[in-house]
């Protein structure tokens, strides 16, 4: 594991080198270029909003829905964002795998760095709504940093074991699209956990990215800090996906450059 | 990459009983599914044989390189090449056996892999050191050695989406050169540009060889031949022969010219047609013919009067009947000057059971200067529309002249410059008592 972890610091630079080309690639190439980073998150925002508002009528407390919805799908698109960017990576680089020998958990790691750097200009965004709508930055803000490194240690979990499987079935392609959609509606992207019954509350945040969103709200939106139980879940989480992809991903390397 | 050290202190790389097996099944349930059924059945019956899943690309390969070596692997398609510059360069990993090596590898497997099209040139440069295993400050510091290498200093800022495809090797050859490395992998990268970076190409590849150790698969045999310490000939994925390029190259050509010709004379038309140069059934084989002079030296030049003498080497391969040999001769522009056989010269042929000769003989042969041509054939019974073989331009062979006679052939002739009108009936008999004689001339 070790061995692995320092041959994988050594190709930092490919790593950043793929993230790179890829955002430089993409920016070129489209008329938005950066802007798509948060085109996104807004315009799914400015839909929910216009749907939840005035149609289903969310009754909210303080903090107006419109900037609820956004963090939810700030949050959310990070996680499906990154999965969907690598669960073909390998197969995609196909060229490289079979042509080049480095860590290959490098190619889907880079689709990270992409989602990541959309997740920060996001951020800046977020400032931006929350200054318009007053929404006030108590000290409870200071746990940001450790739920996102919470949030990407699965996000990484979650993309070497898709894309390692991808390479050897296909079936998946085809899975987890449907499989993000469930977890969407069941995770609160588009309401507040206050929608969810009270009696089924502590089973509902046992879906660690529900616990996630709903800790990045309560931190940022409400003034509080997050509830500890249901965060210590999302972490255990973290650990098991983070170790457990690792090392699946390691495991069946190997073979990728055989069935491609 | 770095892997375990070999046990031997001067082999860099070292394959030990090295075996690489593909699965050939597929991954989809219905497969699995008669897999499954499969081994059930063969639990009831157990003398049901196991069905072999395997395809094996190499086989139980054991060799060392030692540092400074060029190793040149040869081998027909699909004889296990790649599969074994994959396995030393780590891309992908043995189902048996141990692939030991000491040292950096750099695998130059295929120019510009992971090129990004809609990224320039320079962007490229960086990203493609980074595959190769550049570190992010040693691109920086060669980056401008490659820039020149590759002569592109004017495209820098161009995506390599719009490069010609020259460009675009030239391109991919300078990163990939300017990869330190103690191991370098490659296949047939050097003939990539034109002439002029061909040559640079050359140049870079003789300063590697000085500096790291080289493993080059080709079927560029010229190329082997010319670089290569060693040569490894790999046939059905193992080794037929490790040893210098010239032996290994030699019995590599002999063994292919081999196939060839067997590959030919089963797919060999049977009646003429345009444009091909043998035909036949096959029965019996012509399998060379060869010129000598009277003594019965092999040559092929030949003074004009000289005796011509054709040697037809025949095979027989199967049943004949009533067999006979044909020869002609043309000239190098396909003009048909003389042509005979047995049926016709009424000389009957008993052939050796396997192998044999038959020889023809051209007495004071009356051609003049320039290249000709021998057609030989084999058929029953006087038939040449289906013969047993026929080939045409079977032997080239050159006759010169020494004196300044012009034409094709000798026509016997003589010159009267001295005789009056009423004498002329007397002199053309005189002609034919005192010709000028062929031996006399010719000497």
Known sequence: ?260 | MLCDAPQDAGAVLEFDRVSKGYDRHSLSFGSALHRALAEIKRRWNPTCPKEDSYFWAVRDLSFKVYRGETIGIIGENGAGKSTILKLMAGITTPTQGRVLCRGRVASLIELGAGFNPDLTGRENIVLNGSVLGLSQSEIKRKFDLIVSFSGLEQFLDTPVKYYSSGMYAKLGFAVAAHVEADIILTDEILAVGDAAFQRQCHKKFQELQSSATIIFVSHDLLAIRNSCTRVLWIRGGRIQLDSKPDEVVDAYLDSVQQEREEELRLGRPRRAIEGATRWGSGEIEIESVTTHDAQGHEKSVFRTHEDLVIRIWYRVNGAFLDPGFCVQLHTDQGVWIHGTNTFVDGVSCVLDADKGMVEMRYVHIPLLSGTYWIMAGVTSANDWTTPYDLRKQAQRFEVLTASGEGGLVVCEHKWNTTVTQSAAAETSSAAISHPVHPKTRAS
Not at chain 1, 21 to 32: G, I, N, S, V
Not at chain 1, 164 to 170: F, G, I, N, P, T
Request: glycine share 6%; aromatic share 10%; with cysteine.
């Open chain 1, 1 to 260: 594991m070790l061995e692995h972890l320092r041959r994988l610091i050594a190709y930092r630079g490919l790593l950043w080198n793929l993230a790179l080309a890829e955002l430089k690639a993409r920016h070129r190439q489209t008329a938005l270029g950066m802007l798509w980073a948060i085109a996104q998150p807004l315009s799914m925002m400015v839909v929910t909003t216009i749907v939840f508002s005035m149609f289903v009528r969310v009754s909210e407390e303080a903090v107006p829905y419109a900037i609820v919805a956004y963090v939810g799908l700030w949050t959310w698109l990070l996680f499906a964002n990154s999965l969907t960017a690598s669960v073909a990576s390998i197969v995609a680089n196909m060229n490289l795998v079979t042509k080049a020998n480095f860590p290959r958990e490098v190619i889907p790691l880079s689709k990270v760095v992409v989602t990541g750097f959309d997740f920060l200009i996001g951020l800046v965004f977020l400032a931006a709504l929350m200054a318009l709508y007053r929404v006030p930055l108590t000290l409870s803000v200071i746990v940001i940093p450790g739920l996102l490194l919470i949030q990407v240690a699965i996000v990484v979990g979650m993309m070497l074991i898709c894309s390692a499987l991808y390479v050897l079935h296909r079936d998946l392609g085809a899975l987890l699209p449907l499989g993000l959609q469930v977890l969407m509606l069941i995770s609160p992207v588009l309401y507040p956990v206050s929608f969810v019954p009270e009696q089924l509350r502590s089973v509902y945040l046992l879906n660690p990215m529900a616990a996630l969103i709903e800790a990045y709200r309560t931190a940022l939106l409400y003034g509080q800090f997050p509830n500890v139980g249901s965060l210590a879940g999302a972490l255990l989480a973290a650990v098991l996906l983070f170790g457990m992809g690792y090392y699946y991903f390691k495991s069946v390397e190997r073979r990728f450059a055989d069935v491609m």
